[in-house]
């Protein structure tokens, strides 16, 4: 602050001294308190790029003492509610990144990951909303990616604990820290949650009509999945020198919950008499475990012309899934000739990538990418059902998918003008292998062109106009093509072997307005597909019949808007905000389903005395089209109220204390969904707790000013729809 005030001083003092002593010119003699003199401004937080929209959390006060789940609040088209349930444009389709490649364990389990890391590790918080050509043509609303800070000036330590302790019943742990000796950077992060049976007991009911026979179904179920997840990562560095760096991470997360349902059902015909009906409870050892591993190296060459890059990486990723349940049924009436059933999944991903990329200037202004990619996937699912009644029905199924890509794109820069331009092809061999013999074998070429263009026209320094065209494409994962038949007294459920990928073409036009108290951001989108990969069902004497194909029509014509205004130090308003109109049709069916869905999330943060921060919000998600055949009400409005205090040097622990919907009448919240179209109609609706208080200390140790550095590409695999 002395520094600009002296500036201010010669700049504006000594010219005036230096003129003639007349009128109202100043002397050198005239007494001035050079200390009195303040300069107060405010660097905009929000940048908007050709391709994205950044937040810098660097130059935002409060990344020193809070964690990414707290920045992520601020993050343009970013809505995080109370329970810390993120959404990108009102849409939880979005995948994450860390420093621009995806990561299993901020993209599964966000919320809480993103409360053990600090704020102040973190240099941007970006939202890709038009992936150019170098990413995977993957069908999302958005990529947010979390861009670390890689600066690396000293030498030492920093850690980072935070516990939260939830009357819900939720409780956590998290241990993040970084270490730096010469030219090796370390990084860690460990987490875990433990769920209790209270905070996960959950209450469901429904009821069906079907349209031809008039018969009528309703079921009650009760219950709760106590457990625990969590995992970890570690990631490192080396800077050969200037020029050579090599990078690798390994990740993990796992979840172990137990399933304890008790349920009812029963079957009425048109005049109310009862078909059937029966009680069952899960069996003792019914459980599903899951395993996300990944991990990467990547190798970055610079050369001596400014802005090359050469950059091979290799990614490895597997997940394991193990479902274990089953049923004992009592009080029956007219039920099948069997009184328990147990079934069994068991699902193995793999996928092996390599990938090469290729940055290089041209010349002023003018920038090219190219790159090439291999991509080995593995899918392997045995799954089965057994009856006391001695049916059994099984299947093993393989699946495999090799993918070889290569892109181009320019990047041109002409005075107030950036566009940015791409072209992807992708082919994909796919063949599946069902070594039970229940069905053929099969295999299937695609061959997919990916276009791309974004012109951004930045007016001046505060207004910018931006337009995009994109095409996306979405393979099906394992769930989608695994053709086991899983069956209940209601409905059969099986995947679609025969599926393909599906594309899906969006046009963006978007406006922003960035000041240093007020910062605006408006998307006007529209987003269409012919082949959409979509859930269709069907009634056949009276069983319920599910399965997936390319046969979805989809329509969205979107607003996105996010308001931020600091209207003096101390006081920050935002908003995020979104609006759309959604058709769905399936012309086999003849069914069409369309409606509004507008949601808005809004936060107050207002500076206190004694160093303490309140923190008040308010967010609601509206009715939303519920797949192709309903809808749901989108439930409750939701409120909460955050005090915030740090204590000791440098403010290195943070107390944080919330709470969740005070003033509810009920202690429960409900949700309803309706299914209006189709061979049947009904409603459902489920229950949470309504309201609840929780408390968090997070404590930073050392002082370190460094992190893990990256290259500046890698691998990005998002193309594919139903893995997890």
């Not at 005036?16 to 905009?44: F, H, Y």
């Not at 600066?151 to 270490?179: C, D, I, K, R």
């Not at 009856?387 to 990047?411: C, E, I, P, R």
């Not at 791409?422 to 099969?442: I, Q, T, W």
Request: aromatic share 12%; charged share 20%.
């Amino acid at each position: 602050m002395k520094q600009i005030s002296l500036l201010l001083f010669s700049l504006v003092v000594l010219p005036c001294a230096a003129q003639s002593e007349k009128g109202d010119s100043l002397s050198l003699n005239d007494s001035i308190d050079i200390s009195e003199i303040t300069v107060t401004a405010q660097r905009p937080l929000v940048r908007q790029e050709t391709d994205r929209i950044s937040y810098d959390v660097k130059h935002d006060e409060d990344a020193k003492t809070q964690t990414i789940i707290e920045m992520l609040k601020k993050v343009p088209f970013v809505t995080v509610d109370a329970e810390n349930n993120i959404t990108v444009k009102g849409s939880s389709n979005f995948k994450i990144y860390k420093n621009g490649r995806p990561n299993p364990n901020f993209s599964t389990n966000a919320k809480e990951v993103f409360q053990s890391i600090p704020a102040s590790a973190v240099k941007r918080i970006e939202v890709i909303t038009e992936p150019g050509a170098k990413y995977d043509a993957e069908g999302l609303d958005g990529i947010l990616n979390i861009v670390m800070d890689d600066e690396t000036q000293l030498v030492g330590f920093v850690g980072n604990a935070n516990v939260g302790w939830s009357a819900s019943g939720n409780h956590y742990a998290n241990l993040w820290g970084t270490v730096q000796t010469g030219k090796l950077i370390l990084s860690a992060n460990v987490y875990g949650q433990l769920q209790s049976r209270s905070s996960s007991r959950s209450l469901n009911e429904s009821e069906n009509v079907y349209r031809e026979s008039g018969n009528v179904s309703r079921d009650r179920s009760e219950g709760s999945n106590k457990g625990g997840h969590g995992g970890g990562s570690i990631e490192a560095s080396y800077e050969l020198d200037s020029l050579n760096l090599i990078t690798g991470s390994l990740n993990a997360w796992y979840y172990n919950v137990g399933i304890d349902y008790d349920s009812w059902m029963g079957m009425y015909d048109a005049n109310g008499q009862t078909l059937y009906s029966y009680c069952s409870r899960t069996l003792d050892g019914s459980r599903q475990k899951y395993l996300d591993l990944d991990g990467h190296l990547d190798y970055q060459h610079l050369t001596h012309r400014k802005g090359e890059s050469l950059n091979l990486s290799y990614l490895i990723s597997t997940t394991r899934l193990n479902n274990k349940s089953g049923y004992d049924y009592s009080e029956v009436i007219s039920f099948p000739d069997y009184t328990r059933m147990s079934q069994h999944t068991r699902n193995n991903f793999t996928e092996h990538t390599l990938q090469l990329d290729w940055t290089r200037p041209l010349w002023e202004n003018h920038t090219l990418d190219l790159g090439a990619k291999y991509l080995l996937r593995r899918n392997d699912s045995d799954s089965g059902q057994e009856f006391n009644n001695g049916n059994q029905m099984t299947s093993d199924f393989l699946h495999t998918t090799q993918v070889a890509a290569l892109y181009a794109q320019y990047k041109l820069k002409a005075g107030p003008v950036s566009l940015m331009g791409g072209l992807r092809y992708e082919y994909s061999y796919l063949s599946a292998k069902f070594r039970d013999g229940s069905a053929n074998d099969f295999h299937r070429n695609l061959n997919d062109w990916v276009p791309s263009l974004t012109v951004n026209w930045r007016i001046n320094d505060q207004h910018s106009v931006k337009l995009n065209y994109a095409l996306r494409i979405n393979r099906p994962g394992i769930f989608y093509l695994n053709p086991a038949r899983f069956v209940t007294t209601t409905s059969v459920t099986q995947g679609n072997p025969d599926l393909e990928s599906s594309n899906q073409h969006n046009l963006t036009l978007g406006y922003s307005l960035l000041t240093a108290k007020l910062t605006m951001n408006w998307n006007l989108s529209a987003n269409f597909s012919n082949d959409l990969l979509t859930l269709y069902r069907y009634v056949n004497k009276g069983i319920i019949y599910s399965s997936y194909g390319n046969v979805g029509k989809y329509r969205r014509y979107g607003l996105n808007t996010y308001v931020q205004w600091r209207p003096w130090n101390g006081t920050q308003w935002m908003l995020n905000g979104w609006l759309s109109y959604v058709e769905r049709e399936n012309e086999n069916q003849q069914i069409r389903n369309s409606g509004w869905q507008p949601g808005f999330y809004t936060q107050l943060s207002q500076q206190l005395p004694w160093k303490l921060k309140l923190t008040l919000s308010l967010n609601k998600q509206g009715r939303y089209l519920n797949g192709l055949y309903g809808y749901s009400d989108g439930g409750p409005w939701n409120y909460s109220f955050q005090l915030q205090r740090s204590f000791l040097k440098d403010d290195r622990l943070t107390v944080r204390a919330w709470v969740y919907n005070p003033f509810n009448s009920s202690k429960y919240e409900y949700y309803h969904s309706y299914t209006d179209r189709g061979d049947y109609t009904g409603w459902s609706s489920s229950r949470s707790h309504s309201r609840y208080a929780g408390i968090s200390l997070t404590l930073r140790i050392g002082s370190l000013d460094a992190s893990v550095k990256k290259t500046n590409k890698t691998i990005s695999n998002d193309d594919l729809e139903g893995r997890k």
